[in-house]
């Protein structure tokens, strides 16, 4: 466990670089804008479920 979390601490900009060209050896170039794209409207859809989920809150609050 304090290994795991040692090597948390140490990444840095060659781990980082490392990780990016794995991922491109990974998906290719032609997949990654596709994979972003998925992951930026799964972020999006999350955002607006969490503000549909406190806008009753709020409503329920008003009412009392």
């Known amino acids: 466990m304090t290994l795991y979390l040692m090597f948390l601490g140490m990444i840095g900009g060659p781990q980082i670089i490392l990780i990016i060209a794995v991922v491109l050896l990974l998906f290719g170039g032609r997949k990654i804008p596709e994979l972003m794209k998925g992951l930026g409207s799964g972020i999006k859809e999350f955002k607006n ?4 989920e ?5 409503e329920e609050e008003k009412k009392s």
Request: aromatic share 0%; net charge positive.
């Open 49 to 52: 479920a969490t503000k549909e």
């Open 54 to 58: 406190e806008k009753p809150k709020v």
